[in-house]
């Protein structure tokens, strides 16, 4: 964030969800939950150059390695995104 937060989060972090007011927030009904779609981008197959430790390193977390890899590239993209506005 380029902006400094206002929030006190040290009071956030030490209050119980109780006393947070919620108030202003309206609950979610199983008639939304019904309705929701979970919507995500296509993937598409390609073919990219990995220096082959980035690679043993992404496999040797397990299953799951190609998700994770593309996980990081999103929360890049977004960053950037947002740097260039």
Do not use: C
Not at 51 to 70: C, H, M, P
Not at 71 to 76: H, I, K, S
């Amino acid at each position: 964030m380029s902006k400094v937060s206002k929030t006190d989060w040290k009071r956030l972090a030490a209050m119980s969800d109780k006393e947070i007011d919620k108030s202003d927030i309206p609950e979610l009904s199983d008639d939304f939950f019904a309705r929701a779609e979970l919507r995500t981008p296509p993937k598409q197959t390609v073919t990219i150059r990995l220096d082959s430790d980035v690679l043993a390193w992404f496999k040797e977390q397990g299953q799951g390695y190609q998700t994770r890899i593309n996980q990081l590239l999103r929360v890049y993209m977004e960053t950037t995104r947002h740097k260039s506005r």
